[in-house]
């Protein structure tokens, strides 16, 4: 007992110190940036609220590139997507040393998957289910980004997703709420570390504020629209999760919310996310988000400037609209001082945190872009890290994984490219230091194996859209041969061979923003090619990049082994090599349903059960709710992911079937890995909470842990459950519990579960 007391008294001295040192630094930052106001200009206040992209500014030329005037005209706050630490310490030496109050700048940018060692997509690196790794990556980003002279990232993108229409599914962590939360956390943690002021982390801005994934129809920018309920239950969770792990910025993104886009949305950006959630540090504009609501009809530039900073908006990325207007609306009383003294303020408080008052070069070290960025560490990680994102959909008769010896087919327009590797948003990456999937096969196999290669198709019939789908730099180069001549050399290949690897799907800016798509297959193109490649009989193993669900179901039907390896980042080609052999076991599981066809969509497990629901085991039934010509099953369940092992799940076991108030019960299943080889499993736990005041979904993810057993080992794999995991918000949004009857189930998917029922009483 008494070791216990002395426990918790150090434990409450610890977090009193924490709390003064806390308390203490924020005086001093208010102290300092009180005396910097003082002296500042209404022009000098308003032009720190300025974003401007970089423009081209040339080495050696920054003072007397446009920006470089503006910089000296006390008009700019921060840049972004400028990259070198030659051009970032120009720029910040105008800003520190030819402006009149020497405020320094922040540099921006879209560091999302990693910097130069490129990461897989998020959507990708979601399906490893492993915080450990993902913070991790977002750490490597923070560390390269850093040394290269930035100090502001434009990550992490927690915008929920259930449309696989829309192209920026690719930038997020999928369809759930909880697990969407965690990753949030990660990510900020990664970038951000411990201390914000170290010199190899940088300030996370978590984007897009909010609901942006619910884009009608799938359509980039497009409205949304939908209940309080929704939004607090579902797509809120992210967001708060990365307020709460801390996130120094918030994006506020493109789509309106109620009728108000969320640039101007004072509901959303100051009485949830300041006032609710205690968020404290400062806002941004998505790319001319404020200049956009003159197209959404709310007026000319000045009056749709003034409702940004009214609602809550304190930096204007690219528009120029709060500094070409501001000053007016502050003369017609139509904004106050008092809002741009608080919009300044947390600008400088960033600056401030990030350290760049006490040195403003904090992040243009030389010496460390030359010595930390894809380092043979950092790629060697990423290679690791994208094998644990690949998800197996389908591996009939154990094709694979495939033995190192005899001759292997490698075709497809995706099987000898660089340059898509990374996938979108790689703005850092140096596409030819990437590994295309056949130089990774043949390192990795050494001349064991013999690969004959054959491009096979173009990426699709369409020339016009293959131009639009491989755009920055992203081209395939168009094969002017005909189709037949060029599926004709690759089935002769194919012919040749034991196995046949047909690396096929979407480029890699066939996702990302601005790449919506009404249809979700394979493009029909590199379709015929496989059909093809399938009639000669030959084991073909489908290796598809993509960066959304795909319309897979003739493919299930057809191609023995299906491995998923969306886009891998720069190191995806060695990656891809060491998961096809087998040296490393796939692991990883879908975070976004995929649908039998794109008439589902939007499909996402966490549903609302309806009054008319279908019974389990059927799929038509009049005056139910279905479709005449689709089951209402996912053709893969989000959760989903094979391995070359198998492994079962034994019965839930709770050790309380009738808990009472704040107790914690304990939901326990075990584990066995019943096939030959060592495995990873994510083990999922969903409840669902039977009956309530409102209608629940019918599960809900409430944990996940991944386990490794070597071959015939078995473990329990334990659930604590508090009252904590039942609440939800009701019709009043209320966040709270109500007693009663809930499902508690474990599996390795959202579909395959076992289940223990109970009931909790108040
Ligand atoms: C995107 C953001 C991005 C910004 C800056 C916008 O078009 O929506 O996600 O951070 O550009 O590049």
New binding site residues.
Partial sequence: MKIVNSLLVGLFLMCALQLHAQQTNDAKMKIFIDALMKKMTVDEKIGQLNLPGSGDIVTGQAGNSDIGKKIKEGKVGGL??IKSVAKIKAVQKVAVEETRLKIPLLFGM?VIHGYQTVFPIPLGLSACWDMQLIEQSARIAAIEASADGINWT?SP?VDLTRDPRWGRVSEGNGEDPYLGGQIAKAMVRGYQGKDLSLNNTIMSCV??FALYGAAEAGRDYNTTDMSRYRMYNEYFYPYQAAVDAGVGSV?AS?NEIDGIPATANKWLLTDVLRRQWGFKGFLVT??TGINEMMDHGLGNLQTVSGRALNAGIDMD?VGEGFLTTLKQSLKEGKVTMQMIDAACRRILEAKYKLGLFDDPYRYCNEERAKTEIFTTAHRKIARSTAAQSFVLLKNQNNVLPLKKSGTVAVIGPLANDKRNMPGTWSVAAEFDKATAVLTGLTEVAGDKVKFLYAKGSNLDYDEAFEDRATMFGKGIGRDKRSPEEMINEAVAIANQSDVVLAVLGESAEMSG?SSSRSNIEIPQAQKDLLKALLKTGKPVVLVLFTGRPLALTWEQQNVPAILNVWFGGSEAGYAVADVLFGDVNPSGKLTMTFPQNIGQVPLFYNHKNTGRPLPDGQWFQKFRSNYLDVSNDALYPFGYGLSYTNFSYSDVKISNASPKGNQTIAASVTLTNTGAVTGKEVVQLYIRDVVGSVTRPVKELKGFQKVELKAGESKTVTFNISPNDLRFYNYDLKYDWEPGEFQIMIGGNSRDVKMAKLNWSK
Avoid: A
Wanted: hydrophobic share 45%; charged share 30%; net charge negative.
């Fill in positions: 972004f997507n879209d434009f993108m984007k897009h994006m493109f998505d790319y990325m923003e």
